[in-house]
């Protein structure tokens, strides 16, 4: 049958908005969490990690919250820049699957200037 | 640049064929992961390997192989195959086996069978 592109949902602002991406993990056992940037034709790139003791952690623009309690991972990046367009993945690793990592479906941010 | 590379860019074969992806990870990284990327399926784990030896296993079909030499660089082995394969597929490195530790992904092989 026709192969169908996977739809990922899409979150649209403008430049130098604040921009919040969601994602819900699968494994309330997971203690490990990463947020992926994907460019169009290009790898992962790694943005930042957090671990399960944790409920915050931030970076450069980029700020992670944990919620465990619904399983729930945000991402939000401070003044957004054209340069931030790209799909975003949240990952998981989930103890006694040593160093693998789950990735969720992720969701494309488009910033127009 | 993650310092993972891969090689080659870009790949054009046929129904039926073979071929062979090369990866090498970041300096004094220890484990390996491949992992295909397809419009429809997202970014799927396909094989793991740490310090020579397989270690976990994703949703990787038998057509499917890979291994890890003793300088640590990986390949995978695409046979027989199909027009359903054409995906892009990324290696990624960690130091080692131990959870909690970040995987970096190469730029990744395209390829298209015709």
């Known amino acids: 049958g026709e192969s169908v592109g996977l739809h990922l949902p899409t979150l649209s602002v403008q430049e130098g908005d604040n921009s919040i991406i969601n994602c819900a993990y699968s494994n309330s056992a997971s203690d490990y969490f990463i947020w992926y940037k994907q460019e169009s034709g290009k790898g992962p790139q790694f943005i930042i990690d957090?671990?399960?003791?944790?409920d915050k952690r931030q970076g450069q623009r980029v700020t992670v919250l944990l919620n465990k309690t619904v399983k729930h991972l945000s991402l939000q990046i401070a003044a957004t820049q054209p340069g931030d367009s790209a799909v975003y993945f949240c990952?998981?690793?989930?103890?006694?699957?040593?160093?693998?990592?789950?990735f969720g479906k992720g969701t494309m941010l488009l910033v127009s200037p | 640049d993650s310092g993972v590379t891969q090689t080659p860019k870009h790949l054009i074969t046929a129904t039926g064929q073979r071929v062979t992806l090369r990866c090498s990870p970041r300096s004094g990284d220890l484990s390996v992961y491949w992992y295909q990327q397809s419009l429809d399926q997202g970014l799927q784990f396909l094989i793991q390997y740490y310090n020579g030896e397989e270690r976990a296993k994703g949703n990787i079909l038998e057509r499917f192989s890979a291994q890890q030499f003793p300088d640590l660089h990986s390949e995978l082995n695409l046979s027989s195959l199909e027009l359903g394969d054409s995906a892009l597929y990324f290696c990624a490195s960690s130091v080692g086996l131990a959870g909690g530790r970040a995987q970096y992904f190469g730029p990744g092989t395209r390829l298209l069978v015709l």
């Open positions: 990952a998981e690793n989930t103890p006694g699957r040593d160093s693998t990592l789950t």
């Open positions: 957090i671990r399960s003791n944790m």
